[in-house]
């Protein structure tokens, strides 16, 4: 083999390999540049935890809440559409440990009896509740088409569980059985049917801080004598979510 052909073959091989790369460098830059496209273009667990508050709305709005838990999701669907709604489908589950609300305190009295009612003396209900809330249904809608910004929309139902019949019930009245009859308890279940908002930020690739607004119900779908309940709250929630 002449020096020529062997000047030619290695010119030849450079312009491959040169053209291969040039080929290869957008995607990775694109890559590098976009952290959306490396959690979009698969189907990822993501695994955060998040601390949540708010206030209750309507004739609520003298309750609030705090909670801290955490949060496991699958990404199910690859992108799905075109454009600003171009996104996917995420399946997720959110787990507080620590559930607490914060109701006003007020007296109340339990009475037995019909005719000639015969009644405790005056004890406080509300106050601060404790308890842990459970969401195992959790559906969101990704937008991918970002490249830090991703936002979600998801509806979503749970169950919580407090250490005291919640919320309180009751008032002074002998005269008025349902609010101090037998049958004046509400209970330490409640679902929580609800649906919001939100988005991740990501930092660097696979590491995203999360913001998000809820509007939650909460109602004990008469498992207790009374339902009362909380008919919406507003909260929102701030997390960290690592993507695998």
């Known amino acids: 083999m002449t020096r020529i052909r062997i000047l030619w073959i290695v010119a030849g091989l450079s ?131 970002g490249k830090r910004f991703m936002p979600w929309i998801q509806a979503a139902g749970g169950v919580v569980w407090t250490n005291h019949k919640y919320p309180a019930v009751g008032d002074l009245n002998p005269d008025d059985p349902t609010q101090t009859g037998p049958a004046a308890n509400t209970s330490v279940w409640n679902f929580t049917p609800q649906g919001g908002i939100g988005a991740h930020y990501f930092l660097k690739p696979r590491r995203s801080v999360d913001f998000s607004v809820n509007a939650i119900h909460i109602s004990s779908a008469s498992l207790g004598d009374k339902n009362p309940g909380v008919n919406v709250s507003l909260q929102m929630s701030v997390g960290y979510t690592w993507w695998k």
């Open 15 to 145: 312009i491959a390999a040169s053209r291969a790369l040039a080929a290869q460098t957008p995607s990775a830059a694109i890559q590098a540049e976009s952290p959306i496209a490396a959690v979009s273009n698969s189907k990822p667990w993501e695994y955060g935890a998040l601390i949540q508050g708010g206030v209750g709305l309507e004739q609520r709005t003298d309750f609030s809440f705090f909670m801290v838990g955490g949060h496991m999701g699958k990404v199910l669907t690859p992108q799905i559409g075109s454009g600003s709604l171009r996104g996917n489908i995420e399946y997720s589950v959110e787990v507080f440990p620590l559930w607490q609300s914060y109701t006003p305190k007020f007296q109340r009295i339990s009475c037995t009896g019909t005719s000639e009612p015969v009644c405790s003396a005056p004890y406080t209900v509300g106050g601060t509740y404790t308890g842990v809330s459970v969401t195992p249904i959790q559906v969101r809608w990704n937008f991918t088409h």
